[in-house]
């Protein structure tokens, strides 16, 4: 299989399984680094490749200027598309498997907030407005459930049951969906978004039914939100880079520091593989520690046996 074919195959490859389009986009663009490679390499046929020059390719990425998180990102597409090729017959064996990328044991990429600032942030749209209470309900969601961006956008009416206090996720990574349970303060602000604005805002587009809209009835879009967040972390004086994605690291980073499993944790942030959500166990090894040694029945024994 020439690069080409394999480029194109790929892609229809992605598309099939549900992947979403700023996915394959995604992985069709981290690859061009490869094929450019492969070019550089003679290699015309994906099939003859041995894991010895894909250990070469690995090496020669780590050697670009881009930053380590951009060198894992190529590594893993890398895996991907072999992994594609051992799925659809093109290869016996994979010889992709357990190749390391740069990030391999590197903990979670910071920043994380903490909870005073996580509360500054959240208090920070004027909820007399009625942008503010979109706002506020939208922050309060995504902390609360740790979803993604992609996955807030395309939320719908229907994916909220305020009385159950559930949250359908339709279009999760992979095209999997998963439920996820919304907080007591999430829900109260959903609910005033959903009563007092939402209608006023479908308003201008009757039949739109994304969850979030703007004020003339469109759904909201990546930058919107990522302005948003912006403005409000500005606002609250909090000098970390923060996104939608700080905001599901903070999620995810605060249950875990409550004593959350991380089994549970895997299934609500809609994780395909428990490796992905267990770096979380070290962004806060101290916070971790000091919640073992509080709750674990072993600990418990040690410190009663301690004071005989």
Same mark, same amino acid.
């Given at each position: ?5 394999? /480029? !194109? ?15 394959? @986009?995604?992985?069709?663009?981290? $690859? ?9 390499? =003679?290699?015309?046929?994906? +099939? ?5 020059? *894909?250990?070469? #390719? %690995? ?15 190529? !590594? ?31 903990? $979670? ?20 407005? %009625?942008?503010?209470?979109?706002? /506020?309900?939208?922050?309060?969601? *995504?902390?609360?459930? =740790? ?18 206090? $559930? ?26 978004? $959903?009563?007092?604005? /939402? ?9 739109? /039914? +994304? &969850?979030?809209?703007?004020?003339? =009835? ?13 403005? #409000?972390?500005?606002?609250?004086? @909090? ?7 700080? &905001? ?16 549970? !944790?895997?299934? &609500? ?9 267990? !770096? #979380?166990? +070290? ?14 029945? +072993? ?10």
């Amino acid at each position: 299989m020439t690069p080409d074919e394999a /480029r !194109i195959e790929f892609r229809a490859w992605l598309k099939l399984r549900n992947y979403r389009p700023n996915s394959v @986009i995604g992985y069709t663009r981290t $690859l061009n680094c490869f094929w450019a490679w492969l070019s550089n390499e =003679g290699v015309t046929d994906l +099939r003859s490749m041995t894991r010895a020059q *894909l250990q070469r #390719y %690995a090496a020669y990425v780590q050697t670009l200027a881009v930053s380590r998180a951009t060198q894992a990102v190529r !590594i893993r597409a890398l895996k991907r598309l072999f992994s594609f090729l051992v799925e659809s017959n093109y290869l016996l064996m994979n010889p992709a498997a357990g190749l390391r990328d740069p990030s391999s044991g590197q903990p $979670l990429p910071k920043p994380i907030l903490t909870h005073a600032e996580m509360k500054r942030l959240l208090t920070q749209p004027n909820t007399s407005l %009625a942008h503010g209470i979109r706002d /506020r309900a939208f922050l309060e969601l *995504l902390y609360s459930t =740790g979803i993604r961006i992609g996955e807030a956008i395309a939320l719908t009416v229907y994916d909220v049951d305020l009385e159950a206090g $559930l949250l359908k996720v339709q279009l999760g990574k992979g095209g999997k969906g998963r439920v996820a349970p919304i907080g007591k303060e999430a829900a109260r602000w959903l609910r005033e978004y $959903l009563e007092k604005i /939402r209608p006023w805002h479908n308003g201008l587009a009757p039949h739109e /039914r +994304r &969850l979030f809209l703007t004020y003339q =009835g469109h759904p909201l879009t990546h930058s919107t939100i990522e302005m948003m967040i912006r403005r #409000y972390t500005r606002a609250a004086q @909090i000098k970390k880079r923060v996104t939608c994605h700080t &905001l599901r690291h903070t999620c995810a980073t605060h249950l875990l520091e409550a004593g959350a499993d991380v089994v549970a !944790i895997k299934e &609500l942030l809609g994780h395909q593989d428990l490796r992905t959500t267990q !770096i #979380y166990t +070290r962004v806060r090894p101290v916070e971790v520690k000091a919640m073992h040694q509080a709750t674990h029945p +072993r600990e418990q024994g040690l410190r009663e046996r301690r004071g005989n």
